[in-house]
T-cell receptor, first 115, second 112 residues
Protein backbone atom coordinates (compact mmCIF):
# COMPACT_ATOMS: atom_id res chain seq x y z
CA UNK A 1 0.00 0.00 0.00
CA UNK A 2 1.56 3.29 -1.07
CA UNK A 3 -0.95 5.62 0.56
CA UNK A 4 -0.63 7.71 3.70
CA UNK A 5 -0.41 5.58 6.83
CA UNK A 6 -0.97 6.52 10.45
CA UNK A 7 -0.16 4.76 13.67
CA UNK A 8 -1.81 3.92 15.95
CA UNK A 9 -5.33 3.80 14.56
CA UNK A 10 -6.86 4.09 18.00
CA UNK A 11 -5.50 5.42 21.26
CA UNK A 12 -7.22 5.52 24.64
CA UNK A 13 -5.45 7.42 27.36
CA UNK A 14 -6.12 8.96 30.73
CA UNK A 15 -6.27 12.69 31.21
CA UNK A 16 -2.85 14.12 31.91
CA UNK A 17 -0.90 11.50 29.97
CA UNK A 18 1.23 12.26 26.92
CA UNK A 19 0.50 10.67 23.56
CA UNK A 20 2.39 10.57 20.27
CA UNK A 21 1.05 9.78 16.83
CA UNK A 22 2.98 8.95 13.70
CA UNK A 23 2.25 9.70 10.07
CA UNK A 24 4.04 8.23 7.07
CA UNK A 25 3.24 10.22 3.93
CA UNK A 26 3.34 9.09 0.34
CA UNK A 27 7.06 8.74 -0.28
CA UNK A 28 7.72 11.49 -2.84
CA UNK A 29 5.40 14.06 -1.24
CA UNK A 30 7.07 17.17 0.12
CA UNK A 31 4.11 18.57 2.06
CA UNK A 32 2.61 16.99 5.16
CA UNK A 33 -0.45 18.27 7.00
CA UNK A 34 -2.11 17.52 10.31
CA UNK A 35 -5.85 18.05 10.83
CA UNK A 36 -8.22 17.33 13.67
CA UNK A 37 -11.81 16.19 13.25
CA UNK A 38 -14.37 16.16 16.04
CA UNK A 39 -17.84 14.69 15.90
CA UNK A 40 -20.17 16.57 13.60
CA UNK A 41 -17.43 18.78 12.21
CA UNK A 42 -15.21 18.81 9.19
CA UNK A 43 -11.47 18.42 9.58
CA UNK A 44 -9.72 21.49 11.00
CA UNK A 45 -6.18 22.43 10.07
CA UNK A 46 -3.52 22.13 12.77
CA UNK A 47 -0.12 22.50 11.10
CA UNK A 48 1.87 21.65 8.03
CA UNK A 49 5.41 20.98 6.88
CA UNK A 50 7.25 21.47 3.66
CA UNK A 51 10.03 18.93 3.81
CA UNK A 52 11.32 19.28 7.39
CA UNK A 53 10.27 22.89 7.90
CA UNK A 54 7.10 23.62 9.83
CA UNK A 55 5.54 26.48 7.88
CA UNK A 56 2.29 27.21 9.65
CA UNK A 57 0.57 26.41 12.91
CA UNK A 58 -3.09 26.98 13.66
CA UNK A 59 -4.16 28.79 16.80
CA UNK A 60 -5.89 25.49 17.61
CA UNK A 61 -2.43 24.10 18.28
CA UNK A 62 -1.87 24.99 21.91
CA UNK A 63 1.49 24.81 23.66
CA UNK A 64 0.69 21.22 24.65
CA UNK A 65 0.87 20.17 21.01
CA UNK A 66 4.11 19.73 19.11
CA UNK A 67 4.78 18.31 15.69
CA UNK A 68 8.00 17.33 14.02
CA UNK A 69 9.15 16.04 10.67
CA UNK A 70 12.85 15.56 11.37
CA UNK A 71 14.08 14.21 8.05
CA UNK A 72 11.35 15.44 5.80
CA UNK A 73 9.74 12.02 5.68
CA UNK A 74 7.50 10.77 8.51
CA UNK A 75 6.01 13.14 11.06
CA UNK A 76 5.00 12.86 14.71
CA UNK A 77 2.35 14.76 16.60
CA UNK A 78 2.70 14.81 20.37
CA UNK A 79 0.09 15.97 22.83
CA UNK A 80 1.29 16.59 26.36
CA UNK A 81 -0.94 16.53 29.43
CA UNK A 82 -3.95 15.40 27.45
CA UNK A 83 -7.37 16.83 28.25
CA UNK A 84 -10.81 15.41 27.51
CA UNK A 85 -11.28 18.11 24.88
CA UNK A 86 -8.41 16.60 22.92
CA UNK A 87 -10.58 13.59 22.07
CA UNK A 88 -10.89 13.61 18.30
CA UNK A 89 -9.76 11.97 15.10
CA UNK A 90 -6.30 13.21 14.09
CA UNK A 91 -5.78 13.12 10.35
CA UNK A 92 -2.60 13.34 8.37
CA UNK A 93 -2.42 14.27 4.71
CA UNK A 94 0.38 14.64 2.23
CA UNK A 95 0.79 16.32 -1.11
CA UNK A 96 3.31 17.07 -3.82
CA UNK A 97 3.20 20.76 -4.49
CA UNK A 98 3.64 21.25 -8.22
CA UNK A 99 2.53 24.12 -10.42
CA UNK A 100 0.44 25.63 -7.68
CA UNK A 101 -1.81 22.60 -7.43
CA UNK A 102 -2.07 20.98 -4.06
CA UNK A 103 -4.13 17.81 -3.96
CA UNK A 104 -3.89 16.32 -0.50
CA UNK A 105 -4.18 12.59 0.17
CA UNK A 106 -5.47 11.62 3.58
CA UNK A 107 -4.53 8.80 5.87
CA UNK A 108 -7.01 6.72 7.91
CA UNK A 109 -6.56 8.84 11.02
CA UNK A 110 -5.79 8.15 14.65
CA UNK A 111 -8.80 8.23 16.93
CA UNK A 112 -7.88 9.57 20.35
CA UNK A 113 -10.10 9.06 23.38
CA UNK A 114 -9.10 10.83 26.57
CA UNK A 115 -10.82 9.45 29.67
CA UNK B 1 -12.13 34.94 7.43
CA UNK B 2 -11.94 31.98 5.11
CA UNK B 3 -14.91 29.66 5.45
CA UNK B 4 -16.93 26.98 3.73
CA UNK B 5 -20.65 26.62 4.25
CA UNK B 6 -22.59 23.48 3.45
CA UNK B 7 -26.30 24.04 3.24
CA UNK B 8 -27.57 20.72 4.54
CA UNK B 9 -26.32 18.81 7.54
CA UNK B 10 -28.40 15.72 6.92
CA UNK B 11 -30.09 14.56 3.72
CA UNK B 12 -32.26 11.48 3.27
CA UNK B 13 -33.15 10.26 -0.21
CA UNK B 14 -34.55 7.16 -1.81
CA UNK B 15 -32.53 5.20 -4.33
CA UNK B 16 -32.68 6.63 -7.87
CA UNK B 17 -33.48 10.12 -6.59
CA UNK B 18 -31.39 13.03 -7.80
CA UNK B 19 -28.94 14.66 -5.44
CA UNK B 20 -27.67 18.18 -5.08
CA UNK B 21 -25.58 19.27 -2.10
CA UNK B 22 -24.94 22.96 -1.76
CA UNK B 23 -21.60 24.52 -0.91
CA UNK B 24 -20.58 28.17 -0.70
CA UNK B 25 -17.16 29.47 0.20
CA UNK B 26 -15.62 32.69 1.35
CA UNK B 27 -12.05 32.89 0.20
CA UNK B 28 -10.07 35.63 -1.50
CA UNK B 29 -8.07 35.10 -4.63
CA UNK B 30 -7.58 32.00 -6.74
CA UNK B 31 -9.01 28.84 -5.23
CA UNK B 32 -8.90 25.11 -5.58
CA UNK B 33 -12.19 23.40 -4.75
CA UNK B 34 -12.81 19.86 -3.58
CA UNK B 35 -15.47 17.45 -2.54
CA UNK B 36 -14.34 14.66 -0.22
CA UNK B 37 -16.39 11.65 0.83
CA UNK B 38 -16.12 9.55 3.95
CA UNK B 39 -17.90 6.20 3.79
CA UNK B 40 -18.80 4.57 7.12
CA UNK B 41 -15.65 3.30 8.79
CA UNK B 42 -13.38 4.52 6.03
CA UNK B 43 -11.04 7.45 5.62
CA UNK B 44 -11.52 10.61 3.60
CA UNK B 45 -11.40 10.10 -0.14
CA UNK B 46 -11.32 12.69 -2.88
CA UNK B 47 -14.53 12.65 -4.92
CA UNK B 48 -13.64 15.42 -7.35
CA UNK B 49 -11.61 18.59 -7.63
CA UNK B 50 -11.54 21.87 -9.49
CA UNK B 51 -8.27 23.66 -10.14
CA UNK B 52 -8.98 25.63 -13.32
CA UNK B 53 -10.61 25.35 -16.73
CA UNK B 54 -14.05 23.87 -17.33
CA UNK B 55 -16.19 24.80 -14.32
CA UNK B 56 -18.18 21.57 -14.62
CA UNK B 57 -16.03 18.82 -13.20
CA UNK B 58 -16.73 15.13 -13.15
CA UNK B 59 -15.60 12.85 -10.38
CA UNK B 60 -15.78 9.24 -9.44
CA UNK B 61 -18.95 7.19 -9.12
CA UNK B 62 -21.03 9.46 -11.35
CA UNK B 63 -20.68 12.60 -9.24
CA UNK B 64 -20.16 16.04 -10.74
CA UNK B 65 -19.85 19.57 -9.42
CA UNK B 66 -20.18 23.00 -10.93
CA UNK B 67 -18.02 25.95 -9.95
CA UNK B 68 -19.93 29.22 -10.24
CA UNK B 69 -17.41 31.95 -9.46
CA UNK B 70 -19.96 34.76 -9.27
CA UNK B 71 -21.90 32.88 -6.61
CA UNK B 72 -18.85 31.49 -4.77
CA UNK B 73 -20.51 28.12 -5.06
CA UNK B 74 -19.40 24.57 -5.82
CA UNK B 75 -22.48 22.36 -5.63
CA UNK B 76 -22.26 18.59 -5.87
CA UNK B 77 -24.73 16.65 -8.01
CA UNK B 78 -25.59 13.12 -8.96
CA UNK B 79 -28.57 12.31 -11.21
CA UNK B 80 -29.45 8.99 -9.59
CA UNK B 81 -28.15 7.95 -6.17
CA UNK B 82 -27.52 4.44 -4.97
CA UNK B 83 -27.67 2.91 -1.51
CA UNK B 84 -23.85 2.69 -1.59
CA UNK B 85 -23.65 6.50 -1.73
CA UNK B 86 -24.57 6.63 1.95
CA UNK B 87 -21.69 8.59 3.45
CA UNK B 88 -20.61 11.97 4.75
CA UNK B 89 -19.65 14.54 2.15
CA UNK B 90 -17.31 17.46 2.75
CA UNK B 91 -16.86 20.49 0.57
CA UNK B 92 -13.41 22.05 0.87
CA UNK B 93 -11.35 24.91 -0.51
CA UNK B 94 -7.76 26.02 -0.50
CA UNK B 95 -5.76 28.81 -1.96
CA UNK B 96 -3.33 27.01 -4.24
CA UNK B 97 -0.58 25.94 -1.86
CA UNK B 98 -2.34 26.61 1.41
CA UNK B 99 -4.09 24.46 3.97
CA UNK B 100 -7.56 23.10 3.17
CA UNK B 101 -10.61 24.64 4.79
CA UNK B 102 -13.45 22.14 5.15
CA UNK B 103 -17.15 22.59 5.58
CA UNK B 104 -18.94 20.86 8.43
CA UNK B 105 -20.12 18.05 6.21
CA UNK B 106 -23.43 16.65 4.99
CA UNK B 107 -24.56 13.21 6.11
CA UNK B 108 -26.34 11.49 3.25
CA UNK B 109 -28.59 8.51 3.89
CA UNK B 110 -29.96 6.60 0.93
CA UNK B 111 -33.01 4.45 1.60
CA UNK B 112 -33.06 1.17 -0.33
Amino acid sequence: DTGVSQDPRHKITKRGQNVTFRCDPISEHNRLYWYRQTLGQGPEFLTYFQNEAQLEKSRLLSDRFSAERPKGSFSTLEIQRTEQGDSAMYLCASSLLTGGHNEQFFGPGTRLTVL
Amino acid sequence: AQSVSQHNHHVILSEAASLELGCNYSYGGTVNLFWYVQYPGQHLQLLLKYFSGDPLVKGIKGFEAEFIKSKFSFNLRKPSVQWSDTAEYFCAVNNRDDKIIFGKGTRLHILP
